[in-house]
T-cell receptor, first 112, second 113 residues
Framework: DAGVIQSPRHEVTEMGQEVTLRCKPI?????LFWYRQTMMRGLELLIY????????DSGMPEDRFSAKMPNASFSTLKIQPSEPRDSAVYFC??????????FGPGTRLTVL | GESVGLHLPTLSVQEGDNSIINCAYS??????FIWYKQESGKGPQFIID?????DKRQGQRVTVLLNKTVKHLSLQIAATQPGDSAVYFC????????????FGTGTRLLVSP
């Protein structure tokens, strides 16, 4: 199995631009999670899906952030418009049983 | 100037020593715990888990101990190797109407040859 796949691995953009991060979970996993990791706040859960349906989005910082899961093998996290304080590493994780989560390699986002 | 961030506790050991990394969790109702290892530039990697009906679980070179009385979790790594150098996170599974993993701030393990 290829594991959780994320793209791009690195993204540098200017303030105000739209950013889209992509994730392909492990095949057969029906839970998908988006996390953000920063030095200031550590690893924070943003949102998670079960069977493609958003279950808990209480961690999404504000309306500039949105996430979708159009099918079982693909999810996006979008930031529009992006701000320098959004700079972080964004991780996607998936699980079959709702407990042990397997993480992707992350996308390092830098907003100038 | 340099931004203030989380101060990660650091454990420095010599190769071959045994390492013990500690974690205090917050919710007495948490029923499942996981240890993750994160190497520089990579995502967290699952190491070992334990359910609340157990107090010890062993894996390959790793042992997790759970003390529910004081809400404490520890990860023991036997014969620590330079490749074990990483940040280690404990996570607890909390039910808030939904199941949710809450991660600790992490401990940096430095292994010198």
């Amino acid at each position: 199995d290829a594991g959780v796949i994320q793209s791009p691995r690195h993204e540098v953009t200017e303030m105000g631009q739209e950013v889209t991060l992509r994730c392909k979970p492990i095949s057969g996993h029906d839970y998908l999670f988006w996390y953000r990791q920063t030095m200031m706040r550590g690893l924070e859960l943003l949102i998670y899906f079960n069977n493609n349906v958003p279950i808990d989005d209480s961690g999404m910082p504000e309306d500039r952030f949105s996430a979708k899961m159009p099918n079982a093998s693909f999810s996006t996290l979008k930031i529009q418009p992006s701000e320098p304080r959004d700079s972080a590493v964004y991780f996607c994780a998936s699980t079959r049983d709702g407990n042990t989560q397997y993480f992707g390699p992350g996308t390092r986002l830098t907003v100038l | 100037g340099e931004s203030v961030g989380l101060h990660l506790p650091t454990l420095s050991v010599q190769e071959g020593d045994n390492s013990i990394i500690n974690c205090a969790y917050s919710n007495s109702a948490s029923d499942y715990f996981i240890w993750y290892k994160q190497e520089s530039g990579k995502g967290p990697q699952f190491i070992i888990d334990i359910r609340s009906n157990m107090d010890k679980r062993q894996g390959q070179r790793v042992t997790v101990l759970l003390n529910k009385t004081v809400k404490h979790l520890s990860l023991q790594i036997a014969a620590t190797q330079p490749g074990d150098s990483a940040v280690y996170f404990c996570a607890e599974n909390i039910w808030t109407g939904f199941q949710k993993l809450v991660f600790g701030t992490g401990t940096r393990l430095l292994v010198s040859p």
